[in-house]
Each structure stands twice: as C-alpha cells, then as structure tokens.
C-alpha cells in the first residue's frame, strides 16, 4: 500500500546518530562542552571531558546539530544556538528535561529535520494508517530515495535507522530498563511497538502545553508563508511538517487548541471559523523563540 504520492525531498539523512537515541544529559553535556570550547568535537579529549565512548560523543554531536541547539560554523567549529542556550545551558530553562513541554518541542525538531533524520519525518509526514511493520518502513524509504533520484541506501543502514527511531520512542526490550539508556521521548507515549509492528498512537495530546503547540504553529506558518497573513485550518491539521502531522493529533482536538489561540495571545494569532472558513488569523507574529521563553517564564 503505498503511502504518499510525491517523492522525498532530494536531500535525507540516515546515519550521524551512531544506532544510539539521544539519552538524558547528553544535549546538557554536549551544549555546555561546546560553550566551554566550540573545537570539543574535533578533540580526543571529548571522550573525557563528555564522559562517553568516541562513537557517542558523534551520536551527541548529531543530536544537538539535529535539534537546533548547535550550529556547524565550519573547519571543525560550533556555537551555540539561542535554542541551546535558552533551555540547556547552565544556567537554562529545563537542562535535564524535567517538563514534558520540553520533550515535545525536541520531538517537534526531531520530526520536522528531513536533512537529518528522514525515518522520522517520513513517519510522522507521510504514513497514514495506524500501524506498519519495520519491513514495510524500509522497502518504503527505499522507494522514497529511488524517486527522489538519491543515492540508494543499504538494507543495513535503513534498518538500524529505523532500530533508533522505534528506539527513540519505546523502551529497550532486553534486560533490566535502565533509565539512563532510554530516550527521554519515550515518555510522550507516542509509538507501540510489538513482535511485528509499530503502532502510531494519534488522537489527543494532554501533555503538550498551548504555549509549545502555538511554538510550533509559528514556526510551520513561517515556513509555509507566502506573505498572507492567514491559514486554512486544514493545512495545520494535515499538511506534510504541520502541527496536526507532527504532534499525531486527530482533527477535533488540533480544532481545540486552534480555538484557544485567541486568549493566549491576547489576539495577536485567532482562530475564525466564519462563513464556513476554517482558519488562523495571524495578526502579529512573535518567535517560537520568544514564545518558548514566554512559555519557560510562565512556571518561575
């Protein structure tokens, strides 16, 4: 059954993050090293200073660059991003990701990186039905590059890409759980995962707070903005790196949360449903920068 009808974008990743999901501390860690010395990561001594072996210390490279939290600024060099500070330096938001609203907005980056990490995006973007088998993501993806002309990836790659996407989702099966091993995602309750399948758990979000889905419906109308100044309900509940898409939320509670748009920004961005039209009235539009602050601010 195939699942979307135009192609990839040329560009994809499928490797960078080692097999390995990020794990708790280590976009506090790599963050921070990289504010002490923007070279950390072309330096044998990361292994020491990151506490970790030389394949994790790229795995926490590929994760910061992948959520925006670091930048490449070439030969070698990062800085760090007003992401990265804002939340994990030391002086941070939430540096040991102890608010779910945190978590979603790392699954929102996550998702939405084509470049990066295509098995997540392709995921979340393009699969409709409630669940697949790993085979059938694979032979998908294949498909997917082969059309999109890229360059043909090897069975091997594809299936340890989808291994640390269902990783980043679901505990690990063997032995004792160990917390410090699990992606902090898992927490979101977003993926099944049995012998033969991957579930998608769509419909209703609680856990994620207005201020990060308003975050993110900035950051989607700035991507999608053609200079109007409005946008149809039904792009931001279905459209490829929409809020609705991303999020897994069904079309009645993305409705919900459009509704309250109005009050939280104090009529900057409404919600009108007038003469049969559903959709968002961008009057003023802040940051998801300056929304994300609002939001961090909110709890002090």
Same mark, same amino acid.
């Given at each position: 059954m195939a699942i979307h009808?135009? #192609?990839? *974008? #040329?560009?994809?990743?499928? /490797?960078?993050?080692e097999t390995f999901p990020f794990r708790l501390g280590w976009l506090h860690k790599g963050v921070m090293a990289v504010k002490d010395d923007p070279q950390i990561f072309s330096k044998d001594e990361a292994i020491v200073i990151?506490? &970790?072996? !030389?394949?994790?210390?790229?795995?926490?490279?590929?994760?910061? +660059?992948?959520?925006?939290l670091i930048t490449d600024i070439g030969r070698g060099v990062y800085q760090t991003t #007003? *992401?990265?500070e804002l939340v994990f330096a030391s002086n941070g938001a939430d540096p040991y990701l102890e608010d779910i609203g945190t978590l979603w907005w790392l699954h929102w980056k996550l998702s939405g990186n084509y470049e990066r990490c295509t098995t997540w995006y392709y995921v979340m973007n393009y699969i409709n039905r409630p669940e697949f088998s790993k085979t059938a993501l694979k032979d998908e993806l294949k498909k997917a590059v082969a059309e999109s002309g890229g360059r043909a990836?090897?069975?091997? /790659? *594809? $299936?340890? =890409?989808? $291994?640390?996407? &269902?990783?980043?989702?679901?505990s690990p099966k063997r032995g004792i759980s160990e917390e410090s091993l699990e992606c902090p995602l898992v927490e979101l309750n977003i993926l099944k995962e049995n012998d033969k399948y991957i579930r998608l758990n769509r419909g209703e979000k609680n856990t994620i707070p207005d201020f990060i889905f308003l975050a993110a419906l900035v950051e989607f109308f700035e991507k999608t903005n053609t200079g109007a100044k409005t946008l149809l309900a039904e792009r931001i509940l279905h459209n490829e790196g929409s809020p609705g898409r991303i999020f897994l939320l069904d079309d009645n509670s993305c409705i919900r949360r459009l509704e309250r748009l109005g009050d939280l920004? !104090?009529?900057?961005?409404?919600? =009108?449903?007038?003469?049969?039209?559903?959709? &968002? +009235?961008?009057?003023? &539009? #802040?940051t998801s920068l300056e929304i994300l602050s609002a939001y961090y601010q909110r709890g002090q």
């Open positions: 009808s135009h #192609p990839i *974008l #040329p560009s994809y990743g499928f /490797t960078g993050h990151l506490g &970790v072996g !030389k394949n994790m210390v790229r795995s926490i490279r590929h994760w910061c +660059l992948t959520l925006g #007003p *992401l990265g990836q090897s069975d091997r /790659t *594809l $299936e340890s =890409d989808i $291994e640390c996407f &269902v990783r980043t989702y679901t920004t !104090k009529g900057k961005i409404v919600y =009108d449903a007038t003469a049969g039209m559903r959709q &968002v +009235l961008f009057h003023s &539009v #802040p």
